[in-house]
């Protein structure tokens, strides 16, 4: 069984910067992309960014890009989501996901974290 657990999550000012951790188990983590995505109030879950199973590939929603950074650990099953610079439109529920392929992409699989929330003040 697939299980996704984020942390880091919190509350930062505008143009501060946020560390998300998400801790996979379940099965072989370096066979699966993973990716995080992210829901505002009101508002359709959307990508942010994705990165293949060896950790080669990457990709980045354009509201991210610069300003955000996704790696991955394949021996501590982790994935991780650097904010900098982060603005109040960040503000969100963020969400770990792992696809069921080493390919990137900026659809998501079928598993789930619980979401961490992150909140940018003004």
């Known amino acids: 069984q697939v299980q996704l657990v984020e942390s880091g999550g919190g509350l930062v000012q505008t143009g501060g910067s946020l560390r998300l951790s998400c801790a996979a188990s379940g099965r072989t983590f370096s066979s699966f992309a993973m990716a995080w995505f992210r829901q505002a109030p009101g508002k359709e879950r959307e990508f942010v960014a994705a990165i293949s199973g060896s950790g080669s590939s990457t990709k980045y929603a354009d509201s991210v890009k610069g300003r955000f950074t996704i790696s991955r650990d394949n021996t501590k099953s982790t994935v991780t989501l650097q904010m900098n610079s982060l603005k109040p439109e960040d503000t969100a529920v963020y969400y770990c996901?792992?696809?069921?392929?080493?390919?990137?992409?900026?659809?998501?699989?079928?598993?789930w974290g619980q979401g961490t929330q992150v909140t940018v003040s003004s």
């Open positions: 996901n792992q696809r069921n392929t080493v390919i990137v992409g900026t659809t998501p699989g079928p598993y």
